[in-house]
């Protein structure tokens, strides 16, 4: 059974630009979330989706978005870069329902912002 | 703000020891708890939940939750240098849609 696949896995953007990062779930799982990892801050909530509707949002401004297509794929973007979005972007996917959402994490994207 | 707390470490224990890991949350509403382990350069993988108070175990991993004390904990036993990676502590914020909440992660090195 594939895992989580995120794209790409390494990528350098320079302060004003804007990236998209991909993730595949898991066949069978409807819910993605994103986190931002950085050493500071660790594991902090970006959003969730399920049946491509956000269900819940973290506390980022207003350049980082998302969307989730029909088969369960997702993607973030982050517009007018900033130094201080460099991090690790973690997509995580799971079954819904009680007791069942345990996140299985991809291998994360690295975004440097120079 | 609904918060997720853990002792940042390093956690240091000789290995055969036991290690003990401990987390306090702040929403008494949460139902769910994981504890996830990460190895420096890897992604977070789970390794317990729990959902009831009182103690899981498996293998040498036992998680345990006290939901009056809105504290949990994991127990490794016969802890290993494999063991060495840092412990996240997870807690479902169910309202509104799954969010899993994650504490700072402690680091735990067990030396040989």
């Known amino acids: 059974k594939a895992g989580v696949t995120q794209t790409p896995r390494y990528l350098i953007k320079t302060r004003g630009q804007q990236v998209t990062l991909s993730c595949s779930p898991i066949?069978?799982?409807?819910?993605v979330s994103w986190y931002q990892q950085t050493p500071g801050q660790g594991l902090q909530f970006l959003f969730e989706?399920?049946?491509?509707?956000?269900?819940n949002k973290g506390n980022f401004p207003g350049r980082f978005s998302g969307r989730q297509f029909s088969n369960s794929r997702s993607e973030m973007n982050v517009s007018t870069l900033e130094l201080g979005d460099s991090a690790l972007y973690l997509c995580?996917?799971?079954?819904?329902?009680?007791?069942?959402?345990?996140?299985?994490f991809g291998a994360g994207s690295r975004l440097t912002v120079l | 703000q609904k918060e997720v707390e853990q002792n940042s470490g390093p956690l240091s224990v000789p290995e055969g020891a036991i290690a003990s890991l401990n987390c306090t949350y702040s929403?008494?509403?949460?139902?769910?708890f994981f504890w996830y382990r990460q190895y420096s350069g890897k992604s977070p993988e789970l390794i317990m939940s729990?959902?009831?108070?009182g103690d899981k175990e498996d293998g040498r991993f036992t998680a345990q939750l006290n939901k009056a004390s809105q504290y949990v904990s994991l127990l490794i036993r016969d802890s290993q240098p494999s063991d060495s990676a840092t412990y996240l502590c997870?807690?479902?914020?169910?309202?509104?849609?799954?969010?899993?909440?994650f504490g700072a992660g402690t680091r735990l090195f067990v030396k040989a």
């Open positions: 997870a807690v479902n914020d169910e309202a509104g849609g799954f969010k899993t909440i």
């Open positions: 729990i959902y009831s108070n």
């Open positions: 995580a996917s799971s079954l819904m329902g009680v007791g069942a959402n345990v996140l299985t």
């Open positions: 066949s069978g799982h409807r819910s």
């Open positions: 929403d008494r509403g949460s139902q769910s």
């Open positions: 989706y399920f049946s491509e509707t956000q269900r």
